[in-house]
């Protein structure tokens, strides 16, 4: 089961007032619904994949209007197969149509949203999972990219969805794609908000729990990749100056004490770091050479061997 079918299944049981029951219904209807017209007149129709969204749907219209509706099952020809639930209103129609805002005043269906529907902060909550519920999907929070979409079949419908979640704050943008247009969230505290807003509270503990997990092993193994890098260069930095050293010994240059202790370090300890070189100076000298003098003079010997080098004609 994926992640958006989890979700859409845990919303299917949500207990809530009437006026967020219509709203939520409006909002299935507006992005999920469509009309049909034949000789008896015309139908409300309501299509999904989803059990637990056609069981929320007739739930709803049950509640609110006490309507008996047709139930038709049909297997999609498509590659990935899967049943079609098609919910059909033949009754009272026209009063559906009023009452969910389902046709503006131009006689366009499912384009504007009467405000009175929306008009306080719960329903439009019951709206946006509404609209979650008939065309919504979130990647699974184990995924390396966090996204959230809701399709929308015109680019009025899904800025509908966009001002209303970006009430919420959820800086929900919108775009157009191939069936039309998205309303769409990519941060993954706007996705766990979003979650909060619709009342998917169990979803969005499984998200927070997953993300969080992720996140922790993300920042291990950047740190864990720091640390081979800091120790690669520390390698490659230790064979450097064991050329150096070579080039000094190999042409007998006469060299100051402090090299010398440099030197006895690095050829003793060959693939240690400065900071290690520092610590094991104890055990071998009257004081410890801190980190930033053996710097100096692994530097200094760099710049005596380069200098030789060229002395002795080899540059």
């Known amino acids: 089961m994926s992640f958006s079918t989890e979700i859409k299944t845990e919303l299917q049981s949500l207990k809530q007032s009437d006026c967020c029951n219509r709203a939520e219904l409006s909002a299935l209807l507006h992005i999920g ?55 059909k209103i033949d009754k009272q129609v026209d009063f559906l149509l009023s009452d969910l805002s389902l046709m503006n005043s131009q006689a366009i269906f499912f384009q504007d949203v009467d405000e009175r529907i929306i008009e306080q902060e719960c329903c439009k909550r019951s709206y946006l999972r509404g609209a979650f519920l008939a065309t919504g999907s979130i990647n699974s929070p184990e995924t390396s990219s966090y996204h959230l979409e809701i399709q929308a079949f015109s680019e009025t419908q899904a800025e509908v969805i966009k001002e209303i979640a970006n009430y919420f704050d959820l800086n929900a943008k919108v775009t157009k794609n191939k069936r039309g247009y998205i309303a769409y969230i990519k941060e993954a505290e706007r996705i766990a908000d979003f979650l909060r807003v619709i009342g998917a509270n169990n979803s969005l503990f499984q998200f927070e729990d997953s993300r969080i997990k992720r996140d922790f092993t993300n920042s291990i193994n950047r740190v864990i990749n720091c640390d081979i890098a800091n120790e690669k260069k520390a390698l490659d930095a230790a064979e450097k100056q064991m050329e150096y050293i070579e080039i000094l010994e190999k042409y007998h240059r006469n060299i100051s004490k402090s090299m010398e202790e440099a030197i006895f370090l690095r050829k003793t300890y060959p693939d240690s770091t400065l900071l290690e070189l520092s610590y094991a100076s104890k055990e071998h000298f009257d004081k410890q050479i801190s980190k930033s003098a053996l710097n100096h003079r692994f530097r200094a010997i760099k710049d005596l061997a380069n200098k030789t080098l060229i002395e002795e004609g080899v540059l």
């Open 33 to 87: 619904g469509s009309i049909e017209m034949n000789s008896q007149g015309l139908s409300l129709v309501f299509q999904s994949t989803n059990n637990a969204v056609i069981r929320r749907f007739m739930v709803l219209t049950k509640a609110l209007y006490g309507i008996e509706v047709t139930l038709i099952k049909k297997q999609s020809m498509k590659l990935r197969k899967h049943d079609i639930f098609i919910v």
